[in-house]
């Protein structure tokens, strides 16, 4: 089965200062990998999703992640935080095949400081 | 761009009512899920719906929840006799499917609480 790892739960860095998310995984298969946020009030919305085609996968709003199958790590960058990053990010797995069901981290809830 | 949207946003019913959790997946998408998030706690998967059945559920899914597609484009999420247990943000997703490692989307969710 699969399993994803985010530590900790919140996280504060300053306005302009770097953002690392960090999320592991566990897989006895390739995973489909996945970041989504989650705004106040608001639904998941997708981040980015790794594809095999790239290790750097690049998505909305600035954001990044790098998959290290040596590390089972997908870990979400930002070079320079902006207040609107406030939110809280989900790292979620889902196997190839069947019906591709998300199994998601606990979160990390961000936190800007002006 | 096409959006999940889920009705209502917030429901509160008494313990052992049925309530019914409505959801209208993106239009040409084939693969319909609910999960749910109690407060403070993961996102769960509850369900997966594909062709008209069930492909997947968790040991969450018992007997008192059903799912439904009832007329092509809602799909419904059925609590037979709420539990206080079942208060929690619950969440429906769709997925094209045509071909591997395709997003899901998700609707902004229904708050569920019981009293």
């Known amino acids: 089965a699969q399993s994803v790892t985010q530590l900790g739960s919140h996280v504060s860095v300053s306005e302009g200062a770097l953002v690392l998310l960090r999320c592991n995984y566990s897989?006895?298969?390739?995973?489909?990998l996945f970041w989504y946020v989650q705004y106040p009030n608001q639904g998941l919305q997708l981040l980015l999703k790794?594809?095999?085609?790239?290790?750097l996968v690049k998505g909305i709003n600035g954001f990044e992640a790098e998959f290290k199958k040596s590390e089972t790590s997908f870990h979400l960058t930002k070079p320079s935080a902006h207040m609107s990053d406030a939110a809280e990010y989900f790292c979620?797995?889902?196997?190839?095949?069947?019906?591709?069901?998300?199994?998601f981290g606990k979160g990390m809830k961000l936190t800007v400081n002006p | 761009e096409p959006e999940v949207t889920q009705t209502p946003s917030h429901q509160v019913t008494q313990m052992g009512q049925e309530v019914i959790l409505r959801c209208v997946p993106i239009?040409?998408?084939?693969?319909f899920y609910w999960y749910r998030q109690i407060l403070g706690q993961k996102v769960e998967f509850l369900v997966s719906?594909?062709?008209?059945?069930?492909?997947?559920k968790s040991e969450i899914f018992d007997d008192q929840f059903s799912v439904e597609r009832p007329d092509g484009s809602n799909f419904t999420l059925k609590i037979r006799s709420t539990k206080l247990e079942d208060s929690a943000m619950y969440f429906c997703?769709?997925?094209?499917?045509?071909?591997?490692?395709?997003?899901?989307?998700f609707g902004d969710g229904t708050r569920l609480s019981i009293l």
């Open positions: 997703a769709s997925r094209k499917g045509d071909r591997g490692n395709q997003p899901q989307h």
């Open positions: 897989s006895s298969v390739p995973p489909y």
């Open positions: 790794y594809t095999s085609a790239a290790t």
């Open positions: 979620a797995v889902s196997l190839q095949g069947g019906s591709e069901k998300l199994v």
């Open positions: 239009s040409n998408h084939l693969y």
């Open positions: 719906f594909y062709n008209n059945e069930i492909s997947e």
